[in-house]
């Protein structure tokens, strides 16, 4: 216990330092990266998001892991914060929102960005989940398992700080000297900021949090837990599309 809280708490303050660092350089710029306008109309900008993604990255580099794992959650985080910031350069003005409006579109001969954002992490799963396990089945069920927490994670970010709770929550259980404590401790460094409505996570930062937080889960599950989260984060993804999730945050936060 005392050397699994150890790599804990280090990989947890890695990935905090770096983490904030990365927001305080972006914040210094004579143009912040990023600017959005919030739910209540006020403009911020975006510089969390790749700071907790680089810091989600550094925080799993330092963890004493194989290298394949490290390396996977590194390809999962990377991948799916680079789709995310292409989804907030080029979707920003477009008012299509889930999965059915955007594989509609691509049924349709359009590849919106929500499309490539999809696709992209998507691949970078399985990729990742193929550095993770060796049967194909598991390497199927984990990929579903990183996109799907991407896209849960950015599901639930329609307010400030519901992202990071649902990062905490969903990352608390795998804490003790496991990836977790990467995105957990990178979104932890910018807890304030988000809450206080001076920076948002923006796609890239939100599916970052959730890739990495799906290679901890496919790191460290069997079969059947594989099964069960793919299988919950599925249901919320349909349930997601209707805007459910995103309409039980805002009335919890709206409260």
Do not use: Q, W
Request: proline fraction near 5%; glycine fraction near 16%.
């Amino acid at each position: 216990m005392g050397a699994a809280f150890s790599r804990t708490v280090a990989a947890g303050a890695a990935a905090a330092v770096v983490a904030g660092g990365v927001y305080r350089v972006l914040r210094a710029r004579p143009r912040p990266y990023g600017r959005r306008v919030n739910h209540a109309g006020r403009t911020v900008d975006l510089c969390a998001g790749p700071a907790v993604a680089l810091g989600t990255v550094a925080g799993a580099a330092v963890l004493p892991l194989p290298p394949r794992t490290r390396c996977a959650a590194a390809l999962a985080v990377l991948a799916a914060g680079a789709c995310g910031a292409y989804d907030d350069a080029a979707g920003a003005g477009d008012p299509r929102r889930g999965l059915r409006a955007h594989l509609g579109a691509l049924r349709d001969g359009e590849v919106t960005s929500g499309a490539v954002k999809l696709l992209g992490i998507g691949a970078a799963g399985l990729m990742a989940a193929s550095l993770l396990k060796d049967r194909p089945v598991d390497r199927v069920l984990g990929a579903v398992v990183i996109a799907g927490t991407a896209h849960l994670v950015n599901l639930a970010d329609v307010r400030p700080a519901a992202a990071a709770v649902t990062v905490i929550a969903l990352g608390a259980p795998g804490l003790p000297g496991g990836l977790a404590a990467a995105p957990v401790g990178a979104m932890a460094a910018l807890f304030a900021e988000d809450l206080g409505e001076r920076t948002m996570l923006g796609d890239t930062g939100a599916h970052a949090l959730g890739a990495g937080l799906g290679a901890a889960i496919v790191a460290g599950r069997g079969r059947a837990g594989l099964v069960a989260h793919a299988a919950g984060l599925v249901a919320l993804a349909v349930y997601g599309d209707r805007d459910g999730i995103g309409r039980f945050v805002r009335a919890v936060a709206d409260r």
